[in-house]
């Protein structure tokens, strides 16, 4: 008997060292993420700096941007937007997030234009994306030139670096929206599947137009 409860102590002890470091371990996944995207933005300028315009996404998962050399525009857009995953080998950034899923990517074509094409110019245009808290941003939130996004842990979307393949489809309206390739992308907290604004662990970062704007008539790119 007396070696029952010490058993059922230690259980107890045990369980409450390890569910605080799940969390810890959880946590540091989330912020280890968050600086690989703000890394990536960075990228994204500095290949603006560099090229004049902000690559195109990856179509066909081998890494590199997917262009029409012929119109100077992305191979794939969809009502002014061009998406798909983040070009890494083209940027030489990290190519998956710490999940093992590729990051999404998704851009006003407009600024991903290159000869034939107009370049970007301070007059802007095309089509922005829009960071939305939910899904049903109805013609609000805040519009940015590109955003970056893990699909977090559970990964619902995303595709699998080893396998190629499209992970499950995500069943939450939040994380669905993130995945349909419009202009709409949903940033907010993480919630957990019980939820009442149902599950939602995607991680965003953004560019926003008067942010490139600036850093390229710092480096002389723009007038």
């Known amino acids: 008997m007396e070696l029952a409860v010490v058993i059922f ?3 107890l002890l045990l369980g409450s060292i390890l569910i605080p470091l799940s969390t810890q371990v959880e946590q540091k996944q989330i912020s280890d993420t968050q600086k690989t995207l703000e890394e990536i933005k960075e990228a994204l300028i500095g290949f603006a700096l560099v090229n004049g315009y902000l690559p195109c996404p990856d179509t066909n998962n081998d890494g590199m941007e997917d262009v029409n050399v012929s119109t100077g525009k992305c ?3 969809s009502s002014g937007i061009a998406a798909g995953n983040l070009p890494w080998a083209t940027l030489s950034v990290a190519n998956t997030d710490v999940w093992g899923n590729r990051f999404r990517y998704i851009s006003n074509e407009r600024y991903a234009w290159r000869t034939p094409a107009a370049v970007i110019s301070l007059s802007g245009g095309g089509t922005d994306v829009r960071i939305c808290q939910t899904a049903n941003c109805g ?4 519009a940015v030139v590109a955003a970056i996004l893990s699909h977090g842990k559970n990964g619902y979307g995303a595709t699998n670096s080893l396998s190629g393949t499209t992970n ?3 069943t939450g309206a939040d994380e669905i929206e993130n995945t ?4 709409e992308i949903v940033s907010r907290v993480i919630s957990a599947p ?4 149902g599950e939602f662990d995607d991680i965003v970062a ?4 008067y942010i490139l704007f600036n850093r390229m008539v ?3 790119r723009l007038p």
Not at 194 to 197: L, P, V, W
């Open 9 to 11: 102590v230690i259980t």
């Open 75 to 77: 191979s794939t857009v």
């Open 139 to 142: 013609g609000t939130g805040t």
């Open 168 to 170: 499950p489809n995500p």
């Open 180 to 183: 349909d390739g419009d202009r």
């Open 194 to 197: 019980e939820s009442s604004s």
């Open 206 to 209: 953004s560019l926003s137009r």
């Open 218 to 220: 710092t480096a002389g």
